[in-house]
């Protein structure tokens, strides 16, 4: 994608393990947002974070932003098999503006 | 909780034809986003309503319009449909109240197949 990426572009790992994932963007934003996708399905949304927030927790995902460097990571802690799916992050400015994605990290975890 | 509804959920049609997608955003959301989702691909922002008013428009294609009806529902209409605009079309909604957090949430999208 040319407005922002995701490394790596595809992940697989074992039941139990972290995965991580990363993104980075180029403009400015006012929050970032993490989806994931199962296959030719809808966009779950995961997590938002605030351009002022640093690090946030939903259960077994943990995000954080770094506005200095333009980037986010998302850590899914002990993965499961349903796991499995694709992961966006989307960003975007001030309160009604569109997401822009970043190119999407698939995420095998092997039972 | 009410999600964002979209219809059809598969859609098939011929070249040349027209294909018109339903959206239904959650309940007291003011922003409805519509995005195309290639295979293997990023989703893109194609546009967005606010209050039934377009607020932002994206790479959509002249064959394409939307509108957004007083009930706050949504609909995109895709004309002159070429094989290229097959894809997965994503319907989205968002508060911009004070408390809302601007959270965007995806319905589960409607296939379009061209043939």
């Known amino acids: 994608s040319q407005q922002g990426e995701e490394d790596p572009q595809a992940l697989s790992i074992q039941e139990g393990e972290n995965a991580t994932m990363n993104c980075s963007y180029k403009?400015?934003?006012?929050?970032l947002q993490w989806y994931r996708q199962n296959s030719g399905r809808g966009l779950v949304h995961l997590i938002l974070?605030?351009?002022?927030?640093r690090e946030k927790h939903s259960g077994r995902l943990r995000v954080t932003l770094d506005t200095s460097k333009k980037s986010s990571s998302l850590l899914i802690t002990a993965s499961r098999a349903a796991d499995t799916a694709s992961y966006f992050c989307?960003?975007?400015?001030?309160?009604?503006?569109?997401?822009?994605f970043g190119g999407g990290t698939r995420v095998l975890v092997k039972p | 909780a009410a999600g964002v509804i979209q219809s059809p959920r598969h859609l098939i049609k011929e070249k040349r034809e027209t294909a018109t997608l339903k959206c239904y955003p959650i309940?007291?959301?003011?922003?409805v986003y519509w995005y195309q989702q290639g295979p293997g691909q990023d989703p893109q922002f194609l546009i967005s309503?606010?209050?039934?008013?377009?607020?932002d428009k994206g790479s959509i294609p002249d064959r394409f319009s939307a509108q957004q009806f007083s009930d706050y529902h949504s609909e995109l209409n895709m004309s002159s449909l070429e094989l290229g605009d097959s894809a997965l079309y994503f319907c989205?909604?968002?508060?911009?109240?004070?408390?809302?957090?601007?959270?965007?949430?995806f319905g589960e999208g409607s296939w379009l197949t061209v043939v």
């Open positions: 989205a909604s968002s508060s911009t109240g004070i408390f809302s957090g601007n959270t965007i949430y």
């Open positions: 403009t400015s934003i006012n929050n």
């Open positions: 974070i605030r351009s002022n927030e």
């Open positions: 989307a960003y975007g400015g001030a309160a009604g503006n569109k997401l822009t």
């Open positions: 309940p007291r959301h003011d922003t």
């Open positions: 309503f606010y209050e039934k008013m377009q607020s």
